[in-house]
């Protein structure tokens, strides 16, 4: 065999050699970030069933799965960057990466149920607050030197820890508390996601009460008390329509308090 033959052929080989190496690693890299995604796509469904078993009641469970990397949208959560779920409830969470998570459910209320939200909560960080009562049990407890998050209710500490302040009623100054799940939604959520479930819950809220102005006119017993009913919900919805949430629901529980008495149907 000649020499030019040989060289042609050892450079053939090595071609052909870069070739399938770059076929294998190119499939091998597929294959990988395809068992990714499905491993990603697993934990997701996992928390699905997790929340969708929780939503029902006020409760809370741990997830058991291997860490992951969590990212939180305003409608979805994407799980290890490799996989996005649409969620179609109001939820508050933290981006991070933790294999200690806890979701716990707790229901709004402005005399009627507004939702049951869900917090996704790292307890991989120290929760401290002054009201010692605040925080639930299941939530890894901080000290007053020494914690991750913190809530104060009776003065606002400056430093570099994430810190929810509630006084007159507004956390951090800004988002009326009208119901104290914003609270540990401010604790439990980044601030973009509890803007933007704090905002679900206000249209959530104001679609209730047309549910329940149309639900009220069409029932035809007990029309004093219904005219009361009817007055006062579209005056609340008003004023949480126009950004004032500062709303008593005490009247409203006695009107329809009022109704189970006479043996009426209730509103809610």
């Known amino acids: 065999m000649k020499k030019g033959e040989i060289q042609f052929n050892l450079i053939f080989v090595i071609i052909a050699g870069v070739m399938i190496l770059v076929f294998f690693l190119f499939f091998t890299t597929k294959y990988i970030d395809l068992k990714e995604k499905q491993e990603a796509a697993k934990i997701a469904g996992e928390i699905d069933n997790l929340v969708l078993g929780l939503k029902s009641s006020t409760q809370y469970k741990e997830l058991n799965v291997p860490s992951f990397n969590l990212n939180v949208g305003c409608d979805n959560i994407t799980i290890n960057d490799k996989y996005t779920r649409e969620l179609d409830y109001v939820f508050f969470a933290t981006n991070g990466n933790s294999k200690k998570l806890t979701f716990w459910v707790k229901e709004v209320e402005k ?8 917090f996704v909560i790292d307890n991989s960080k120290r929760y401290y607050s002054d009201n010692v009562n605040f925080f639930p049990e299941f939530v890894t407890n901080g000290t007053s030197d020494n914690y991750d998050v913190g809530v104060f209710f009776d003065y606002c500490p400056n430093n570099n820890k994430k810190i929810v302040c509630v006084a007159d009623n507004k956390i951090n100054g800004e988002y009326y508390v009208f119901d104290e799940a914003l609270i540990y939604g401010a604790a439990f959520g980044e601030i973009d996601n509890f803007k933007c479930s704090y905002s679900k819950l206000v249209d959530k809220w104001i679609s209730l009460y047309d549910i329940y102005i149309s639900k009220n006119n069409a029932l035809t017993d007990g029309q ?24 008593n629901v005490d009247e409203l529980n006695s009107l329809n308090t009022r109704l189970s008495n006479f043996e009426l149907e209730v509103l809610y």
Not at 111 to 118: K, L
Not at 231 to 237: A, D, G, V, Y
Request: glycine share 6%.
């Open 111 to 118: 005399g009627f149920r507004i939702d049951n939200v869900v």
């Open 224 to 247: 004093e008390v219904r005219s009361q009913l009817n007055t006062l919900l579209l005056e609340s919805k008003d004023k949480v329509s126009s950004g004032d949430y500062n709303v």
